[in-house]
T-cell receptor, first 115, second 111 residues
Framework: GAGVSQSPSNKVTEKGKDVELRCDPISGHTALYWYRQSLGQGLEFLIYFQGNSAPDKSGLPSDRFSAERTGGSVSTLTIQRTQQEDSAVYLC?????????????FGEGSRLTVL | AQRVTQPEKLLSVFKGAPVELKCNYSYSGSPELFWYVQYSRQRLQLLLRHISRESIKGFTADLNKGETSFHLKKPFAQEEDSAMYYCALSGRGGSNYKLTFGKGTLLTVNP
């Protein structure tokens, strides 16, 4: 596709339910990132993939959060037993370069609201 | 550890006035610094990076290692500059993959 694609764009769920957020990076981009964007907190790093492996998952806030990437392409961020504090916009980004001296290309985000 | 501080959450100026968005960083080595921008209802995108020493849309930013700052400046603000601006830092070598962002500054340019 032309850019990083994320789905769903909006998700409203009830506290305690599980959610899955999907990211389809730019074709050929080997590096993929998940960030969380919330008011007053800016962008928080969650996890970094190089290919299918995640050498840095230090930003995942709790064991309720997990992510995987398959085929060196699509990634899924899963949040189990959602809590109200999980409400935020979840951004995915990709780049074709091993380091960020290149440019990160962001998706439009998935807005999660936990009631 | 990498840290980026943007001291102003909100900044409001009038069209034609100079604007400076502040960014300070903490990093033990020699960092790479970036400014990203998010216009209303658009995705986050790169505005400029310090290694390119470029001017984009009239904006410039100089890396001051002594003050550990990377302030974004424009001599004459335009209404279309209204957006959320994020300063970001990456390390070098083994940690160069990770981009750490500040909390952002919402710039409003009034007519």
């Amino acid at each position: 596709g032309a850019g990083v694609s994320q789905s769903p764009s909006n998700k409203v769920t009830e506290k305690g339910k599980d959610v899955e957020l999907r990211c389809d990076p730019i074709s050929g981009h080997t590096a993929l990132y998940w960030y969380r964007q919330s008011l007053g907190q800016g962008l928080e790093f969650l996890i970094y993939f190089q290919g299918n492996s995640a050498p840095d998952k230090s930003g995942l806030p709790s064991d309720r959060f997990s992510a995987e990437r398959t085929g060196g392409s699509v990634s899924t961020l899963t949040i189990q037993r959602t809590q109200q504090e999980d409400s935020a916009v979840y951004l995915c980004a990709s780049t074709g370069l091993a380091g960020v001296t290149g440019e990160l290309f962001f998706g439009e985000g998935s807005r999660l609201t936990v009631l | 550890a990498q840290r980026v501080t943007q001291p102003e959450k909100l900044l409001s100026v009038f069209k034609g006035a100079p604007v400076e968005l502040k960014c300070n960083y903490s990093y033990s080595g020699s960092p790479e610094l970036f400014w990203y921008v998010q216009y209303s209802r658009q995705r986050l995108q790169l505005l400029l990076r310090h290694i390119s020493r470029e001017s984009i849309k009239g904006f410039t930013a100089d890396l001051n290692k002594g003050e550990t700052s990377f302030h974004l400046k424009k001599p004459f603000a335009q209404e279309e500059d209204s957006a959320m601006y994020y300063c970001a830092l990456s390390g070098r070598g083994g940690s160069n993959y990770k981009l750490t962002f500040g909390k952002g500054t919402l710039l409003t340019v009034n007519p």
